[in-house]
């Protein structure tokens, strides 16, 4: 489908990057107020994208013949 995202922690911000392959994409920057609490948002963000991910490639592009 030719799109991608990312998520990098650095402390408590997430950077969450995504867009088209061969983009530079976009930033969005999110800032939570402990180190547990942006490690927790990472794995659900991550767990969100690929779970979506996954439902979107097992879905039928087309009815079969």
Known sequence: DGRFW???Q?????YIRFGAVGKSGQTR????DSLDE?????RKLVAAI????????DSPTSAPP
């Open 10 to 14: 650095k402390g408590v911000r997430l």
């Open 50 to 57: 690929l779970e979506a991910d996954v439902i979107r490639k």
């Open 6 to 8: 990312e998520v990098e």
């Open 38 to 42: 942006a490690e927790a948002e990472a």
């Open 29 to 32: 920057l999110k800032i939570l």
